[in-house]
């Protein structure tokens, strides 16, 4: 939230970006080993994003295939398909000229993230209140007993690949400091929305 302006972070020169940032805090040859490191990050982020989608578009269908034909009914929701036609709209959506310059998009996008988070808490409470939930130890579910030893491994991975994909914030803090109305106190403002977001 400081490297949003450089040298001083209240009155300094603004950064927009994210390379930016980098580069005034950081100096020329951090900046190239940080953009490698954030191009890999990207990558990374947008290969979780469309797996994500993907899955959460199959579950939908799912979801409603089991409302009309019932829980029994089998159903073969592809998720590969999904994937083609998330990446479809991803290429489409990106030959839109300044597409950074539409200013709702920010507004739909904090709406829908506190929609599925509230989705989410939600969910957990109803779970919990339902009393069916199943205990919990340090190291997670017993091999041989609950899971193989193949599943907890590929658990694992996942909670892993959940914790990085939470990541994909740090590229996207700045370019959401550059649209506070805040000024000249923008990091003020955005260290307590990091604080309230991670608590």
């Given at each position: 939230a400081d490297c949003y302006r450089s040298p001083d972070p209240v009155h300094g020169k603004?950064?927009?970006?994210?390379?930016q940032a980098v580069r005034a805090n950081l100096g020329v040859a951090k900046y190239r080993?940080?953009?490698?490191?954030q191009y890999v990050n990207l990558v990374g982020v947008t290969i979780g994003y469309t797996i994500?989608?993907?899955i959460s578009m199959g579950a939908i269908k799912r979801s409603n295939w089991f409302h009309r034909n019932g829980h029994d009914a089998a159903c073969l929701a592809s998720d590969t398909t999904n994937m083609i036609i998330f990446a479809g709209i991803q290429i489409l959506l990106s030959q839109l000229p300044n597409f950074h310059k539409i200013w709702w998009l920010s507004i739909v996008?904090?709406?829908?993230?506190?929609?599925?988070?509230?989705?989410?808490?939600?969910?957990s409470i109803?779970?919990?209140?339902?009393?069916?939930?199943?205990?919990a130890t340090l190291t997670?579910?017993?091999?041989?007993?609950?899971?193989?030893?193949?599943?907890?491994?590929?658990?694992?991975?996942?909670?892993?690949?959940?914790i990085a994909f939470a990541y994909s914030y740090s590229n996207v803090l700045i370019e959401i400091q550059d649209t506070?109305?805040?000024?000249?106190?923008?990091?003020?403002?955005?260290?307590?929305?990091?604080?309230i977001g991670v608590s």
């Open positions: 603004r950064n927009y970006t994210y390379g080993l940080c953009s490698v490191a994500t989608t993907a996008a904090a709406v829908m993230s506190l929609a599925y988070s509230t989705i989410g808490l939600g969910l109803a779970k919990i209140a339902g009393g069916a939930h199943p205990e997670g579910v017993t091999v041989g007993v609950d899971v193989s030893a193949s599943e907890k491994i590929w658990r694992t991975f996942q909670s892993l690949g959940d506070l109305r805040s000024s000249p106190a923008e990091n003020e403002v955005m260290k307590k929305a990091s604080f």
